[in-house]
T-cell receptor, first 115, second 115 residues
Framework: DGGITQSPKYLFRKEGQNVTLSCEQN?????MYWYRQDPGQGLRLIYYSQIVNDFQKGDIAEGYSVSREKKESFPLTVTSAQKNPTAFYLCASSIGRDRGNSPLHFGNGTRLTVT | SQQGEEDPQALSIQEGENATMNCSYKTSINNLQWYRQNSGRGLVHLIL?????REKHSGRLRVTLDTSKKSSSLLITASRAADTASYFC???????????????FGSGTQLTVLP
């Protein structure tokens, strides 16, 4: 089955530690995205990547970093500089903007708790 | 800032009734999409309506788009308990030539269908 896999489902970290969230897709999609969701709110875009070795900041990139070394993988690092890291993190992919209108496919998220 | 805003924030109905959710937005769009999210899970794409379309159907779902009023509605007919979820609209806008598609999510409507 094709899809997006996020791991782990739950992650606990101490304040001051960096943590990396995994996102892998086997849909052969060019574009990948990271969103953050806080309770009762919509999704806010952290970073996105249209193609391997390229990525762009979204609306709330401060305190986060990403890499896109492979088409299938788009890991997100939550650094100690992120002031409020506790949230639900969602990874998504799409065929790519240059291939017309296409919906996003989402993983099932990673819930990060920092204490 | 939020591009799409859903109304109402929460909706509770009896099984078999119809559920209507509305979405308003501020700027010109390429398309508007509706997603569903079950508690603690990722989002699932439901339907996409292009800016030159006025109405679209998919099973028990009916979406309308009024670009003059910058609004859309999602109607779920003959609702079931399994329709209980959060529903989000997302607006697809082009930021500038050659940039990635920007998809901006609203804060969602929490639908509860009572058996």
């Amino acid at each position: 089955d094709g899809g997006i896999t996020q791991s782990p489902k739950y992650l606990f970290r101490k304040e001051g530690q960096n943590v990396t969230l995994s996102c892998e897709q086997n849909l052969n999609h060019d574009a990948m995205y990271w969103y953050r969701q806080d309770p009762g709110q919509g999704l806010r875009l952290i970073y996105y990547s249209q193609i391997v070795n390229d990525f762009q900041k979204g609306d709330i990139a401060e305190g986060y970093s990403v890499s896109r070394e492979k088409k299938e993988s788009f890991p997100l690092t939550v650094t100690s500089a992120q002031k409020n890291p506790t949230a639900f993190y969602l990874c998504a992919s799409s065929i790519g903007r240059d291939r017309g209108n296409s919906p996003l496919h989402f993983g099932n998220g990673t819930r990060l708790t920092v204490t | 800032s939020q591009q799409g805003e859903e109304d109402p924030q929460a909706l509770s109905i009896q099984e078999g009734e119809n559920a209507t959710m509305n979405c308003s937005y501020k700027t010109s769009i390429n398309n508007l999409q509706w997603y569903r999210q079950n508690s603690g899970r990722g989002l699932v794409h439901l339907i996409l309506i292009r800016s030159n379309e006025r109405e679209k159907h998919s099973g028990r779902l009916r979406v309308t788009l009024d670009t003059s009023k910058k609004s859309s509605s999602l109607l779920i007919t003959a609702s079931r308990a399994a329709d209980t979820a959060s529903y989000f609209c997302a607006t697809d806008t082009t930021i500038s030539s050659g940039s990635a598609r920007q998809l901006t999510f609203g804060s969602g409507t929490q639908l509860t269908v009572l058996p």
